[in-house]
């Protein structure tokens, strides 16, 4: 019985840690420093360039199929898309999966209205990210205004509020 209640234990932590973002490297680059520029493409092969999208609000999201926390903020980054889009902003999900395969075997039952590209992990390393789902907000200038990691119930009323005060 104590085998029982130690694997239970064990299953709880497990899942709490992975909830509040699955791990993945060190520290993020801080707000108010120049977003990486990058390009990479998108599950069709056409290339998409961070700093050709300078003039816009960009809402980047490092995700993978396999976290539970990403798939939980689909649904909020399909909200924002729909909110903001019409407005000039640009929400990119950049999926962080070991293959494109992956990404379009879940697309067949999950909808992204957003742009989704695949990054062999270069991209992920220039942002340091250190764990997913996590959210940069970019600014008309490039500059990183503010990130999120993991994922929250609110998450939708803070990422309205910021893209709103960088559209001013």
Request: glycine share 8%.
């Given at each position: 019985?104590?085998?029982?209640?130690?694997?239970?234990?064990?299953?709880?932590?497990?899942?709490?840690?992975c909830?509040?973002g699955?791990?993945?490297?060190?520290?993020?680059?801080?707000?108010?420093?120049?977003?990486?520029?990058f390009?990479?493409?998108?599950?069709?092969?056409?290339?998409?360039?961070?700093?050709?999208?300078?003039?816009?609000?960009?809402?980047?999201?490092?995700?993978?199929?396999?976290?539970?926390?990403?798939?939980?903020s689909?649904?909020?980054?399909n909200?924002?898309?729909q909110?903001?889009?019409?407005?000039?902003?640009?929400?990119?999900g950049?999926?962080?999966?070991d293959?494109?395969?992956?990404?379009?075997?879940?697309?067949?039952?999950?909808?992204?209205?957003?742009?989704?590209?695949?990054?062999?992990?270069?991209?992920?390393?220039?942002?340091?990210?250190?764990?997913?789902?996590?959210?940069?907000?970019?600014?008309?200038?490039?500059?990183?205004?503010?990130?999120?990691?993991?994922?929250?119930?609110?998450?939708?009323?803070?990422?309205?509020?910021?893209?709103?005060?960088?559209?001013?």
């Amino acid at each position: 019985m104590k085998v029982f209640f130690r694997l239970i234990g064990m299953a709880v932590l497990a899942a709490a840690v992975c909830l509040s973002g699955c791990q993945r490297k060190a520290a993020s680059p801080g707000v108010g420093a120049s977003a990486p520029d990058f390009t990479l493409n998108d599950l069709n092969g056409s290339p998409h360039t961070l700093s050709a999208l300078r003039g816009k609000v960009v809402v980047l999201d490092f995700w993978a199929t396999w976290c539970p926390p990403c798939r939980a903020s689909i649904p909020v980054l399909n909200r924002i898309y729909q909110r903001f889009h019409g407005e000039g902003v640009k929400v990119m999900g950049v999926s962080i999966d070991d293959g494109s395969k992956d990404i379009r075997d879940f697309l067949k039952t999950h909808q992204i209205l957003y742009k989704v590209l695949w990054d062999n992990k270069n991209i992920a390393d220039a942002y340091n990210v250190q764990s997913i789902p996590n959210v940069f907000v970019i600014d008309k200038n490039g500059v990183i205004r503010d990130h999120h990691l993991g994922f929250s119930a609110d998450e939708f009323d803070e990422l309205s509020g910021e893209i709103q005060g960088l559209l001013k």
